[in-house]
Nanobody, 127 residues
Framework: QVQLVESGGGSVQSGGSLRLSCSDSEHTTSSFVYMGWFRQAPGKEREGVAAIDRDGTTVYANSVRGRFTISQDNAKNTLYLQMNSLKPEDTAIYFC????????????????????WGQGTQVTVSS
């Protein structure tokens, strides 16, 4: 059973940084064909933020490219999202997602391509 657990959320001022972490007690990060981060702001639909393939390929949403970095440490079985230069519009609940079986041949930020989801962690950026 996959149980993704996120941590590292919190409150920060505009321009600050946070690092989110995600891990699963039953599976190593190398078990997943790809993993990703999504977010949902109040009153908005959930959107993809960044994803990383098993081979290290990454994809980012235009809104975070150059500010956020996704990475995974297989030795620590942890997925990370380093968020720098945070803006108030980054305020959202951030979700970790993963897949054990590849749904599509290319890495995407499409929700339906990810089978497993965490409960989310709140990130609040104040101006």
């Amino acid at each position: 059973q996959v149980q993704l657990v996120e941590s590292g959320g919190g409150s920060v001022q505009s321009g600050g940084s946070l690092r989110l972490s995600c891990s699963d007690s039953e599976h190593t990060t190398s078990s997943f064909v790809y993993m990703g981060w999504f977010r949902q702001a109040p009153g908005k639909e959930r959107e993809g933020v960044a994803a990383i393939d098993r081979d290290g390929t990454t994809v980012y949403a235009n809104s975070v490219r150059g500010r956020f970095t996704i990475s995974q440490d297989n030795a620590k079985n942890t997925l990370y999202l380093q968020m720098n230069s945070l803006k108030p519009e980054d305020t959202a609940i951030y979700f970790c997602a993963a897949a054990l079986v590849r749904a599509v041949p290319i890495l995407t930020l499409i929700e339906s391509d990810f089978a497993y989801w965490g409960q989310g962690t709140q990130v609040t950026v104040s101006s």
